[in-house]
């Protein structure tokens, strides 16, 4: 299972990049998705319930839905913040989560309201743990 | 997020190592530990509607009864008059209560034999896993002074199905050409392969042309491994459910249950209420649940079972509420998204005048409204086979 070394992690599966300041305002922005080992344990994937730009976000509050053929599960916030796009090809593909999940399977971007939350997420290293842990139960 | 079983307790096909070879999923399911899906349940999906897959089903429940008396004793407990199967023909069917709720909905097969047992016909019953043993004990109580023998062939033989427009090639191939060509569909009939028999119906639960095969136990993952060799897709739980969904297939527990009659669910095809017109005895003796059943063929159902389907983005799922007007008006029953759709498919309760085809209703996805239609049953259908292939 893919788990990329310059990601922070959530306990639900999240991931996190930091992409660097936005334009003008200064502060961080950020892009969000699920990881590989989420999108596996689902399966395949036929819908995503996105948030609409503009929408605020508290850092583990629950932001979206996710419905694979299987079930349905609950996609939480990394970090606080704002959303500034949702991906808009996940509506008619939302199987790019199973086939790209850190790429062009990313779920929304973010104007991070604390960027310092960032460092209280999993690191790769601590995700592979987990996920590990998950695995083995 | 995780399908860890909780190993230990589960029973095990005797294809288990067939599936874990194959790198299937396994979760729980009505105490079995089943393949849940191995490449991916749209892909499984896809090759039995395109192509042919099998699925592991030796959890599902096989009980064999014979001896003088034992198709009076199916007679006392199958909704279907099981007296009316010459060998070689099946009927799918209920179980009723007193009460004429559903304790199981079964396929009941007389034989095939070539020469007449001595001991009277024998018949197959198949049951659902998660009522496997409730169906065995309801008929030993109903036995009573009955000369009628009862074989539990759960544990001793494999059940698999393989399903799909190439189906019927590959069994073909397998077990003889035209043995398999001339099994009319819901027939059965028993085939040979390598020195072992098997036994074959012309049954299914995915809407797909198809056999459902058991073996005894030690053969079954040598026949599975032929099927896989012949191109056969494995095909999990995950698949199973989907295709019967589409097929408007019901499924014990979400969509009937002990609360539910036959008629409600659409399943009063299966009941044989010969009344016994006046100055004729009645063709068919006294059953489990037939006084309940009669009333319930002639009363107003107070509920029917429909199929929906979404005019929007969004997923239907079970227990979800059926709303018209912002007031609960059913329940979802089965639901999910359909492969072969595109959109999400469900079966519901809703009332009777509410169940014309057209109608819109609202489904309650946690908090918010997914317009659904009723549509006319099932979803999908499989296209007439070519004459060149039959």
């Known amino acids: 299972m893919a788990v990329p070394a310059d990601l922070r992690y959530t306990r639900e599966h999240e991931w996190v990049r930091v992409d660097g300041p936005s334009t003008g305002s200064g502060q961080a922005t950020g892009t969000v998705g699920i990881t590989d080992y989420a999108q596996d344990q689902l399966g395949d994937i036929v819908f995503v319930d996105v948030p609409e730009a503009g929408k605020k976000l508290e850092q583990m509050a629950v932001f979206g839905e996710i419905e694979s053929v299987k079930a349905v599960s609950e996609l939480y916030s990394p970090v606080s913040g704002e959303v500034i796009e949702s991906n808009p090809a996940l509506a008619d593909s939302p199987e790019l989560i199973n086939d790209s999940p850190y790429g062009d399977g990313w779920i929304v971007k973010l104007r991070l309201s604390d960027a310092a939350e960032v460092e209280g997420l999993l690191t790769a290293d601590q995700y592979s743990e987990l996920i590990e842990r998950e695995g083995a139960a | 997020m995780t399908d860890n079983p909780a190993a230990g307790t589960l029973r095990r096909t005797p294809l288990h190592d067939e599936h874990l070879r194959l790198g299937g999923r396994m979760v729980p399911f009505a105490g079995w530990e089943m393949p849940v899906q191995y490449s991916g349940i749209i892909g499984e999906h896809k090759a039995v509607r395109n192509a042919v897959g099998m699925f592991d089903v030796s959890h599902m429940g096989r009980f064999q009864y014979y001896g003088p008396d034992g198709v009076e004793l199916l007679r006392r407990v199958c909704t279907y008059d099981v007296g009316r199967l010459a060998p070689g023909r099946g009927h799918y069917c209920a179980v009723c209560r007193g009460d004429g709720g559903i304790l199981d909905d079964v396929y009941v097969f007389s034989l095939p034999a070539e020469v007449e047992d001595p001991v009277g016909r024998r018949y197959l019953l198949v049951a659902n896993a998660s009522n496997a043993e409730r169906i065995r004990d309801w008929a030993a109580e109903h036995k009573g002074g009955l000369n009628a023998r009862f074989q539990d062939r759960h544990a001793s033989t494999a059940m698999i199905a393989v399903q799909g427009p190439g189906a019927i090639d590959v069994l073909a191939d397998l077990l003889g050409e035209s043995a398999v060509a001339s099994l009319k569909p819901r027939r059965c009939g028993l085939f040979y392969w390598q020195g072992e ?164 209703l609202t489904v309650d996805v946690r908090g918010k409204p997914l317009p659904v239609r009723v549509v006319p049953r099932p979803f999908y259908k499989r296209p007439p086979k070519d004459e060149g292939n039959a």
Not at chain 2, 209 to 217: H, K, P, T, W, Y
Request: glycine share 14%.
């Open chain 2, 197 to 360: 028999e098997v036994f074959g119906s012309r049954t299914g639960y995915t809407g797909e042309d198809g056999m459902e095969l058991v073996i005894d136990a030690s053969m079954g993952p040598v026949l599975w491994r032929a099927l896989l060799e012949a191109g056969v897709q494995p095909c999990g739980l995950g698949a199973r459910d989907t295709l019967r969904l589409e097929a408007a297939l019901l499924l014990y527990g979400n969509d009937m249950d002990e609360t539910a009659n036959p008629f409600e669910v659409g399943l009063g095809w299966t009941v044989t209420l010969d009344d016994g017109a006046p100055g004729r005895a009645p063709v068919r003796a006294d059953f489990v649940g037939r006084e309940a059943l009669l009333r319930a063929r002639d009363a107003a159902p107070a509920r029917t079972l429909v199929c929906l389907k979404a005019e929007e983005r969004g997923v239907m799922r079970p227990g979800h509420a059926v709303l018209r007007s912002g007031k609960q008006v059913g329940k979802v029953t089965s639901g999910g998204h359909s492969p072969t759709l595109g959109v999400s498919i469900g079966m519901g309760f809703v009332p009777p005048e509410m169940a014309e085809e057209g109608t819109l």
